[in-house]
């Protein structure tokens, strides 16, 4: 053990112990003392529309179900049978009809989880299991919390309520839904399952890292913008917008440099949009009539003025809110972890402007696309350094000791600051000492 049990040991101001990452008691800890503390992303109340419908996910390592019941409410429940313990859904979603129905013994389960039916009751006579017994139902995650929405669950009985614990981060799911004319969003649903052969923390680093583009991904920014430059000779036209979302790799340093990331308390951060995202193409002037006839002028002017790329819900959400894309962080291993990768389709905006999203998913978040390829590559070649012993220490000290801090809120001084790294370990050391 390279901690000897102080595990507050790992982590300093400017740097933490690789350990973090590779050390599989850390790893265990992290469950018990981070993801099934906090609140952790479930899903969206749109993939589960109709009674009977539910989507499995995880919560740290638990096997979870969203279910939908027939008065509208939606659960989380753990995916166990209380018999002797099948999985309830071996599958990854669809409609139960009435019940979930267990495939061993056909005990039978209302969609919140409840027992509806026991077979060959009477066999339980003079037992002490029943109907009545609550160990004959599911067992339910014990808190749920929705923001606008979006549906998390935690698996502690105590702690902040979601909204106080999301505090400034609110602003992803705000900035996303109030960019729909009926102010919410519907999920697509399906989404894109990468297992990336690196620690989950590896992820969140990177959303927030705003150095790495302009290096990592100089190769495919490089590209785009000669194809831009070909469609402006070919056409005398702007190119459309989507080619943008490569080409703003290109950035030169100072731009990154000039950006604002925010720590919030509990290791969530924001950064900046640097894309501009408002163009003067006939669809996005379209969109901009259909918001100010939804909200008038004025707000509608707020709303889509909101100018923020990333949303690190931590631990679990990267959110790119004007974009309508999500990523969950589900950790399999110290070195696995599962990325959903989801989005969403803003009510009530035309066609165009989804496109918009869809083309972002496609070329940006994808598992097929060369900048989702750079990132997972840096991703395991990280993790495989850190397997070696050439040093014990990841370094995040690139102006550290100079994060302006007010009311437990901390702003970058410079946009390629490692302050949303340093903001992220400090909540991970909180969790992790707090009961240890
Ligand atoms: S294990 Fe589910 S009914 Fe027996
Ligand atoms: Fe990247």
Same mark, same amino acid.
């Given at each position: 053990?390279a901690?000897?049990?102080?595990? !507050?040991s790992?982590?300093? @101001?400017?740097?933490? #112990?690789?350990a973090c990452?590779?050390?599989?008691e850390?790893?265990?800890? *992290?469950?018990?003392?981070?993801?099934? &503390?906090?609140w952790?992303?479930v899903?969206h109340?749109?993939?589960?529309?109709?009674p009977?419908?539910?989507?499995?996910?995880?919560?740290?390592?638990?096997?979870?179900?969203?279910?939908?019941?027939?008065?509208?409410?939606?659960?989380?429940?753990?995916?166990?049978c209380?018999?002797?313990?099948a999985?309830?859904?071996?599958?990854?979603?669809?409609?139960?009809?009435k019940?979930?129905?267990?495939?061993? +013994?056909?005990?039978q389960? +209302?969609?919140?989880?409840?027992?509806r039916?026991? /077979?060959? &009751?009477?066999g339980?006579d003079?037992?002490?299991?029943?109907?009545?017994?609550?160990?004959?139902?599911?067992?339910?995650?014990?808190?749920?919390?929705?923001?606008?929405?979006?549906?998390?669950?935690?698996?502690?009985?105590?702690?902040?309520?979601?909204?106080?614990?999301?505090?400034?981060?609110?602003?992803?799911?705000?900035?996303?839904?109030?960019?729909?004319?009926?102010?919410?969003? *519907?999920v697509?649903?399906?989404?894109?399952r990468?297992?990336?052969?690196?620690?989950? &923390?590896?992820?969140l680093?990177?959303?927030?890292?705003? %150095? #790495? @583009?302009?290096?990592t991904?100089e190769?495919t920014?490089?590209a785009?913008?000669e194809? *831009?430059r070909?469609? *402006?000779?070919?056409?005398g036209?702007?190119? @459309?917008?989507?080619?943008?979302m490569?080409?703003?790799?290109? %950035?030169p340093?100072?731009?990154?440099?000039?950006?604002?990331?925010i720590?919030?308390?509990h290791g969530?951060?924001?950064?900046?949009?640097?894309?501009?995202?408002r163009?003067?193409? /006939?669809?996005?002037?379209?969109?901009?009539?259909?918001?100010?006839?939804?909200?008038?002028a004025?707000?509608?002017?707020?709303?889509?003025?909101v100018?923020?790329h990333?949303?690190?819900v931590?631990?679990?959400?990267s959110?790119?809110?004007? %974009?309508?894309?999500?990523?969950?962080?589900?950790?399999l291993?110290?070195?696995?972890?599962?990325t959903?990768?989801w989005?969403?389709?803003?009510?009530?905006?035309?066609e165009p402007?989804?496109?918009?999203?869809?083309?972002?998913?496609? +070329?940006?978040?994808? /598992?097929?696309t060369?900048?989702?390829?750079?990132?997972?590559?840096?991703?395991?070649?990280?993790?495989? !350094?850190?397997?070696?012993?050439g040093?014990?220490?990841v370094?995040?000290h690139?102006?550290?000791?100079?994060d302006?801090?007010?009311?437990?809120?901390?702003?970058?001084?410079?946009g390629?600051?490692?302050?949303p790294?340093?903001?992220?370990?400090?909540?991970?050391?909180?969790?992790?000492?707090?009961?240890?």
């Amino acid at each position: 053990m390279a901690y000897n049990g102080n595990i !507050g040991s790992l982590v300093e @101001p400017d740097r933490v #112990h690789r350990a973090c990452y590779t050390d599989q008691e850390i790893f265990e800890l *992290e469950m018990d003392r981070i993801f099934y &503390k906090s609140w952790i992303y479930v899903g969206h109340e749109s993939q589960v529309p109709n009674p009977g419908d539910f989507w499995t996910t995880y919560i740290g390592r638990q096997r979870m179900i969203l279910s939908r019941d027939d008065n509208g409410g939606v659960h989380v429940l753990y995916n166990r049978c209380p018999h002797r313990g099948a999985l309830l859904c071996p599958e990854r979603n669809g409609n139960a009809g009435k019940a979930f129905r267990c495939s061993y +013994h056909a005990w039978q389960f +209302h969609m919140d989880g409840s027992v509806r039916q026991i /077979p060959v &009751k009477n066999g339980y006579d003079n037992t002490r299991m029943s109907m009545e017994n609550p160990a004959a139902s599911m067992k339910k995650a014990e808190r749920m919390g929705v923001y606008r929405g979006f549906v998390f669950a935690s698996l502690a009985s105590e702690g902040p309520d979601l909204v106080d614990w999301l505090g400034g981060a609110k602003a992803a799911f705000d900035d996303m839904c109030d960019r729909a004319p009926e102010g919410e969003v *519907e999920v697509v649903p399906t989404c894109f399952r990468v297992v990336q052969k690196s620690n989950w &923390k590896i992820f969140l680093e990177n959303q927030l890292d705003a %150095l #790495h @583009p302009s290096i990592t991904h100089e190769s495919t920014g490089m590209a785009a913008k000669e194809i *831009e430059r070909q469609f *402006e000779d070919r056409t005398g036209d702007a190119p @459309p917008m989507s080619y943008g979302m490569l080409s703003a790799f290109t %950035l030169p340093f100072e731009k990154w440099d000039s950006l604002e990331t925010i720590g919030h308390p509990h290791g969530h951060c924001i950064l900046q949009g640097y894309m501009g995202l408002r163009p003067s193409d /006939p669809d996005s002037v379209h969109y901009e009539e259909i918001m100010k006839a939804a909200y008038g002028a004025e707000r509608a002017e707020e709303i889509l003025g909101v100018n923020i790329h990333h949303v690190l819900v931590y631990p679990c959400l990267s959110v790119q809110s004007p %974009l309508q894309q999500l990523r969950a962080v589900r950790p399999l291993a110290p070195d696995r972890t599962l990325t959903e990768i989801w989005h969403f389709r803003l009510k009530g905006a035309p066609e165009p402007i989804y496109r918009r999203s869809l083309a972002y998913f496609y +070329h940006v978040n994808s /598992p097929s696309t060369m900048v989702n390829a750079d990132d997972l590559h840096n991703f395991w070649s990280c993790q495989e !350094g850190l397997s070696l012993d050439g040093g014990d220490w990841v370094s995040f000290h690139r102006n550290a000791g100079q994060d302006p801090e007010q009311d437990g809120i901390v702003t970058s001084v410079t946009g390629m600051s490692e302050a949303p790294m340093r903001n992220q370990f400090r909540a991970w050391k909180t969790y992790m000492t707090a009961g240890g």
